[in-house]
């Protein structure tokens, strides 16, 4: 291309006599030609670099080959160390003759047993639910401020204040709480396959009264009264009927108050499904293997 071009000039330098038309054409030639040239060496230019960035990418992908091929045989490594593991797993199975359908068996009676203690513990809380409304609707507006009744962990806890049950200082029984009394004995005896604990608490202000040592003393003494009024006057069954007494060691509320001392001061009628039923079912229960 240079050649062409210096020949060209060349011959126009020599022929000086060419006319001004022709040597104007002749220009018009050579700077197409260089501009030519100059677009041929762009896109040479342009070709030896995307030659370039192609060869870069070849090592990259022959890079990521190898990393491929490495990762590959890895793979195959893990894979037949697995197989083997899962073999030597299946071996062990087979030789140990494990029983699929017997362990299957096991489970589902398992499971058909706790079945049947959700069921239990479901109609045990039925049970108590309908207690409690009952017992709430039998009871009067000023009865309800003396008297809590409340469900917890599927034990019915009926809660009687001192000055409503008992004569003041005293575990003899007021008169006025005999109304009270009667509707729980119905409730009770309404429900046979419950047991009954009447429970004694009381504050801790140490009792000084003849025939009553300390506040253990009371309020065994207060649970007893009431178990007998139960018993001898409302006719519920004895063999149903628990007394016990805790003292001051069972607070509700701090001790250092009028009133936290006269919510301790307290006996609670406690109504709890019998156990006997519940030690039935977990007699049944599937013996282990």
Same mark, same amino acid.
Do not use: H, W
């Given at each position: 291309m240079k050649k062409l071009i210096l020949m060209l000039a060349a011959g126009l330098m020599l022929t000086s006599c060419v006319s001004k038309k022709k040597l104007t054409t002749l220009q018009d030639d050579y700077n197409a030609l260089q501009t030519s040239y100059? +677009? *041929?060496q762009a896109e040479h230019q342009q070709a030896n670099i995307t030659l370039a960035e192609n060869r870069a990418t070849i090592n990259s992908l022959e890079e990521r080959l190898k990393e491929a091929q490495a990762g590959q045989q890895q793979m195959q490594v893990a894979y037949t160390e697995l197989k083997r593991s899962l073999d030597t797993s299946l071996q062990q199975s087979y030789e140990g003759n494990v029983n699929i359908s017997k362990l299957v =068996?096991? /489970?589902?009676? %398992?499971? $058909?047993? /706790?079945h049947q203690l959700i069921e239990a513990k479901d $109609? %045990? =809380?039925s049970l108590n639910m309908v207690l409690t409304n009952n017992l709430t609707r %039998?009871? +009067?507006?000023?009865e309800m401020q003396e008297v809590d009744v409340q469900v917890l962990k599927? #034990? #019915? &806890?009926?809660? *009687?204040?001192d000055n409503m049950l008992y004569e003041s200082g005293s575990f003899n029984i007021h008169p006025r709480a005999a109304q009270t009394l009667s509707k729980i004995a119905k409730i009770i005896? =309404? &429900?046979p396959d419950y047991d009954v604990l009447i429970e004694g608490n009381t504050d801790n202000v140490p009792i000084s009264k003849t025939g009553i040592r300390n506040n253990w003393d009371l309020s065994c003494l207060r649970a007893a009264s #009431? #178990?007998?009024e139960l018993q001898t006057r409302y006719g519920v069954d004895p063999k149903r009927l628990t007394a016990g007494g805790r003292g001051e060691y069972n607070p509700i509320a701090k001790n250092d108050t009028q009133v936290g001392r006269q919510r301790n001061r307290r006996t609670q009628i406690? /109504? +709890?499904p019998k156990l006997d039923q519940f030690m039935d079912l977990i007699e049944q229960a599937p013996a282990e293997n």
């Open positions: 100059n +677009t *041929l =068996d096991e /489970i589902n009676a %398992s499971n $058909r047993f /706790i $109609r %045990s =809380d %039998s009871l +009067t507006q000023q599927g #034990v #019915v &806890y009926i809660s *009687l204040a005896m =309404d &429900y #009431v #178990v007998m406690i /109504i +709890t």
